[in-house]
């Protein structure tokens, strides 16, 4: 070197600076780029996108090829800031030039560029794909034969190559990533997104109509009587039963029967040979495994029994899929009818309307990790059938049982606008 000119080697050594800056970004960069998102510009054709999902895919390949390169250019950039030195200074030139060209590198090789390619991950990646994949094909032996050794010494260490491979989101992750979607997602889509999430922690018992409830035909009615409710009914499929609904007979479409209807010779007979049979499902099923479920049978409605065969409730498709995108109402209240709102601000609920179905329409935050009903919540705290008057704080919530009966509360009032901080507290 001691044939070069200064201004040559001047020059060199910025070139070599500036593309130590390079490397040092273009590793920043692939390393902070969101593996979804670049899967999903790679799988849409896009050319930078696909090369860097290229690289990254043998993450092992592309640090050896950037580490190679950028020691490469910072041990050759010493030794020409060396000879510099060695020429301007003399042999005392040597500690400041190292003092100077590690702050140099330090803030233009290193901090400044990796700082711009974590703001920038695509900007700065994308482009560097172009440069960083042919230059890996010219290299390849020796990044290759860098990877085995370090693969070695990895191994060693029990820690593999496939074990960095890119991992699968869990529903918890998954359900961030949705939260802090932001605009990008609109909220009402958000939260849709994150009901589908939550259908793995409901169950059927949630969402059902308690057999107590359950609005169906008796066969053993008069025809009259069963004329008139096929008439007069609000839903699409009513169970038909024999006395009780224990002992169920099946489901009649309300078209199916006005077919019959139409024909002017309706009589039981017919109505019995146009019921589906009962479909029958075990408590605790989660409200996914039985959406897949009522697929798969081309089934909308079923009877939800416990370990002993015993009808609790029923659950229908429509139910679930108000778990995902809301009430098909604009009416908060309308779509509990149990929930009626006071000129004070309170609301006079039935003590048998869900908990679940409360705070999902009204927006509350009461448990729900205990007894399904609003009656079998208040019970489990006070641990009694309190009698009325009597006043209780749950989740914040004041709380007045205003109706009881022998064996439950009948009808409570809870101040909303009234919420504090306590999770419990009750006087008489």
């Not at 010493?78 to 030039?97: K, N």
């Not at 679930?320 to 709102?341: M, N």
Request: hydrophobic share 45%; charged share 20%; glycine share 6%.
């Amino acid at each position: 070197m001691q044939d070069i000119s200064l201004t040559t080697l001047g020059i060199t050594l910025f070139i070599l600076i500036i593309l130590s800056a390079c490397f040092s970004a273009s590793e920043t960069a692939m390393m902070s780029l969101n593996r979804y998102k670049l899967r999903h510009r790679s799988q849409a054709g896009h050319p930078g996108a696909m090369r860097a999902q290229r690289l990254l895919d043998r993450t092992d390949r592309l640090i050896g090829l950037i580490l190679l390169g950028n020691n490469f250019v910072n041990i050759l950039a010493s030794a020409i800031a060396t000879v510099i030195a060695l020429r301007l200074l003399g042999e005392a030139g040597i500690a400041i030039a190292t003092g100077i060209l590690t702050f140099v590198i330090l803030i233009f090789a290193e901090v400044a560029p990796k700082t711009l390619a974590a703001m920038h991950p695509e900007r700065v990646a994308f482009p560097a794909a172009f440069i960083l994949e042919p230059l890996l094909k010219i290299s390849y032996p020796l990044v290759w034969l860098v990877n085995i050794m370090a693969n070695t010494v990895l191994g060693l260490f029990g820690v593999h190559l496939k074990s960095g491979a890119m991992q699968h989101l869990s529903s918890e992750e998954l359900r961030t990533v949705v939260n802090e979607a932001g605009a990008l997602i609109p909220r009402q889509h958000q939260e849709m997104l994150v009901s589908i999430l939550d259908l793995e922690n409901v169950t059927v018992e949630d969402v059902m109509v308690p057999r107590n409830e359950i609005v169906g035909i008796n066969i053993n009615d008069d025809d009259e009587i069963i004329l008139k409710q096929l008439i007069h009914t609000q839903h699409t499929r009513l169970p038909v039963f024999r006395d009780n609904v224990e002992n169920v007979v099946g489901f009649v479409h309300a078209r199916n029967a006005l077919h019959v209807l139409a024909e002017g010779d309706f009589n039981k007979d017919k109505l019995h040979g146009i019921c589906r049979e009962p479909y029958f499902i075990p408590v605790g099923t989660p409200l996914n495994t039985q959406l897949l479920s009522f697929q798969r049978e081309k089934r909308r409605i079923a009877f939800v029994v416990n370990e002993y065969g015993d009808i609790q409730g029923l659950v229908t498709l429509e139910s679930i899929l108000e778990e995902i995108v809301g009430e098909f109402t604009t009416d908060i209240t309308a779509s509990i009818k149990d929930v009626h709102p006071q000129e004070d601000g309170t609301f006079l609920i039935d003590g048998a309307a869900y908990v679940r179905e409360l705070n999902r329409t009204m927006e509350w935050e009461l448990p729900t990790d205990g007894p399904k009903t609003l009656n079998g919540l208040i019970i489990e705290y006070l641990e009694s059938i309190p009698e009325p008057g009597t006043s209780v704080l749950i989740a914040g919530y004041p709380i007045d049982i205003v109706q009881t009966s022998n064996n439950a509360i009948k009808t409570v009032r809870i101040h909303p606008d009234s919420r504090k901080d306590s999770t419990l507290e009750a006087q008489g």
